[in-house]
C-alpha cells in the first residue's frame, strides 16, 4: 500500500470521526508534527513581521482539505469550490465599498454579490442536508452520530462561509487578503465535525498572531480526553439500551423500560453533542485557537428558554448574529415580534438537526414551549422552587428527546404511550446492565451538571501532569534520536577509516 493510499484509507464508512482510529492514529499526529515543525522552520524575521504562522496555517489549511477528502470524498470538490467563492466575494465586496466611498457614489454591486455569495452557501446547505447526508430521518435504521454531526462537514464550512462574507458587507472587518488564511476559517478541521461556530471577527484576528504554548496543548489534551470519554464511554454504554427500546413494539414495551430508555438518550444525546465539541475545543488549543464554548451545562438550567441559551450556544449566536433571531428579550420588541424571533430560531434548528417529521415536530413544540413559558409562565415559574423547576425541565426534556430520538411519529407514539402506562402492563424492564454500565451512567450523569468546576485545582495539576509527561517523553524521544545519530555517524566513520588503504 501506498503512503497516500495509507493515509487516506478508513476502516469503516466514508467519514472521519474524532473517534475514529484512522484519525487519532494518522491525522492527527501527522498534523500536529508538520504543524510544529513548521513553525520551527519559520524564519526569525517573519515571526517579528505577521508571518510567523504562514506555514503553519498552510499545514492547517492542508489538514483540512485532507479531513474533507476523506469524509467528503467526491463532494469534495464542491467544498473547496464554495470556499473560492466566498474568499472571492468577500474580496469583490471590500474593494467594491472602498471604490464607493472613494468616489462618493452608490452602488448595487455589493449587495448584489452578497446575495449571490449567501444563494449559493444556502443551495449547498440544502443539498449537504437534505439531499447528501441523509437519505432517511434521524433514528430511521438507529441512531449514530454521523447523523447528527455537520454531514460532511458541509453545515460548518457554510456556516463560516457566511460569517465571513456578512462581517467584510458589514465592514465590521476587512476582507482577509490571504488565501491561507481564509482557507483555514473556513475549513478549520477542528470545528468540521460539530462546531462549535466561530464567527470570524473571532478567529480571524487568532490567524495571523496567537499563542502556541505547552501549557495550553496540555490544556487541549486534557480537553480532548474528557470529549473522548463522553463519546467512546458513556455514550456508547447508554447507546445500547436507547436502541433496544426505540425498537421495542407495543407490546413489548412497558413503562418502564420506556422511562429508563428516554432518560439514557437524554443523557446520550447531551454526552455526544458536548463531548465532539468538548474535542474541538481541545484540538483548537492544540494549535493555538481560542474558540468560545458549545455548551454551558444546559442540564443544570431550570427554565426551557435558560436551557437553550445554555445548548449549542455557538448555534444560537450565530443566528442571533446573522438571522437576526434570538432568545435574549428585548424591551422595545413586541410580543408578536418575538414569538416569531423564537419560532424562526427553532426553525432553523429543525433545519441544522436534519430531516424528519419527528425532528420538525420536536422543534416545533420546544419552540411554542419557550413561547408560553416566556409570555404566560414566567411569573408563575419564578415563585417555584429551583428544584421543582429543574424537575419540569428534565421531565420535559425527557418527552420531548423521544420525538427526536424515534423512528418515525408511529414509533414516538408507542413510546410515549408507553411512558404514560398506556403500555404493555407488568412487563420488565426490557435490558440488564452490568455493575461497571451502571456505574459509568452514574458517571455521565454527575458529568451533565455544573460539579467538576469546583474541582478546578484538580484540573491545574492535570494539565501540570500532561505537561511534565510531555517535556519527559519529548526530551526522551530526542535523547534517543540523537544517540542514534551518533551512533550512526560513529559506525559510518569507523567504517570509512577502516576502508582506507594501508601505506
Known amino acids: 500500500m501506498s503512503p497516500v493510499s495509507w493515509l487516506l484509507s478508513t476502516d469503516g464508512p466514508s467519514s ?19 504543524f510544529f515543525l513548521a513553525l520551527a522552520v519559520t524564519p526569525r524575521s517573519w515571526r517579528v513581521s505577521g508571518r510567523r504562522f504562514t506555514f503553519a496555517n498552510l ?50 454591486l455589493p449587495e448584489a454579490m452578497l446575495t449571490l455569495a449567501l444563494t449559493a452557501n444556502l443551495v449547498m446547505l440544502l443539498v449537504s442536508k437534505y439531499a447528501l447526508a441523509l437519505p432517511e430521518p434521524v433514528g430511521a435504521t438507529g441512531f449514530a452520530m454521523p447523523q447528527l454531526l455537520a454531514p460532511l462537514g458541509m453545515l460548518v464550512v457554510v456556516c463560516q462561509a457566511t460569517s ?22 473556513m475549513l478549520c478541521f477542528p470545528l468540521l465535525c460539530a ?63 420506556a422511562w429508563l430508555g428516554a432518560v439514557f438518550f437524554t443523557l446520550q444525546i447531551y454526552l455526544d453533542l458536548s463531548g465532539y465539541a468538548d474535542m474541538a475545543i481541545g484540538f483548537g488549543r492544540m494549535y493555538g485557537f481560542r474558540v468560545g464554548e458549545h455548551f454551558r451545562w444546559p442540564y443544570g438550567a431550570d427554565s426551557l428558554t435558560e436551557f437553550w441559551r445554555r445548548w449549542q450556544v455557538t448555534l444560537g449566536d450565530w443566528c442571533a448574529a ?49 413561547v408560553v413559558e416566556r ?83 484538580w484540573l491545574v495539576a492535570v494539565d501540570a501532569l500532561t505537561t511534565s509527561t510531555i517535556i519527559l517523553l519529548s526530551a526522551s524521544f530526542l535523547y534517543l534520536w540523537r544517540s542514534l545519530v551518533r551512533g550512526l555517524w560513529f559506525a559510518t566513520g569507523r567504517s570509512e577509516r577502516h576502508d582506507e588503504p594501508e601505506k
Open 16 to 34: 472521519l470521526l474524532f473517534t475514529d482510529p484512522t484519525f487519532l492514529l494518522r491525522f492527527l499526529p501527522l498534523s500536529l508534527a508538520a
Open 375 to 457: 409570555h404566560w409562565l414566567s411569573a408563575w415559574l419564578t415563585r417555584l422552587p429551583v428544584s421543582v423547576r429543574r424537575v419540569y425541565l428534565l421531565l420535559t426534556l425527557a418527552v420531548l428527546w423521544v420525538l427526536f430520538r424515534a423512528p418515525s411519529l408511529d414509533g414516538a407514539g408507542i413510546v410515549l404511550r408507553a411512558m404514560l402506562g398506556l403500555g404493555a402492563a407488568g412487563k420488565p424492564i426490557a435490558f440488564e446492565l452490568e455493575l461497571f454500565e451502571w456505574v459509568a451512567i452514574a458517571l455521565a450523569a454527575l458529568s451533565t451538571v455544573p460539579v467538576w468546576p469546583s474541582f478546578s485545582r
Open 195 to 257: 462546531g462549535p461556530l466561530v464567527r470570524y471577527g473571532e478567529l480571524g484576528r487568532q490567524l495571523a498572531d496567537r499563542r502556541v504554548t505547552l501549557a495550553g496543548f496540555s490544556y487541549g489534551v486534557r480537553r480532548w480526553l474528557v470529549g473522548y470519554c463522553k463519546v467512546a464511554l458513556f455514550a456508547r454504554i447508554l447507546g445500547e439500551p436507547v436502541d433496544l427500546m426505540f425498537g421495542l413494539g407495543a407490546s413489548e414495551l412497558g413503562v418502564g423500560t
Open 322 to 370: 446573522y438571522l437576526r433571531v434570538s432568545l435574549d428579550p428585548e424591551s422595545e420588541r413586541s410580543r408578536w415580534l418575538d414569538v416569531r424571533s423564537v419560532l424562526l430560531l427553532f426553525l432553523a434548528l429543525a433545519l441544522w438537526h436534519g430531516p424528519g417529521w419527528t425532528v420538525a415536530l420536536w422543534a416545533g413544540l420546544h419552540g411554542l414551549l419557550v
Open 59 to 108: 499545514v492547517l489549511l492542508t489538514s483540512g482539505l485532507w479531513f474533507l477528502l476523506v469524509g467528503a470524498g467526491v463532494y469534495a470538490p464542491w467544498l473547496v469550490g464554495l470556499v473560492v467563492g466566498n474568499y472571492v466575494a468577500g474580496l469583490s465586496i471590500d474593494r467594491l465599498r472602498q471604490r464607493a466611498e472613494a468616489t462618493g457614489a452608490s452602488t448595487p
Open 164 to 185: 465571513y462574507v456578512v462581517d467584510v458587507f458589514r465592514g465590521e472587518f476587512p476582507a482577509q487578503r490571504s488565501p491561507i488564511r481564509a482557507g483555514v476559517y
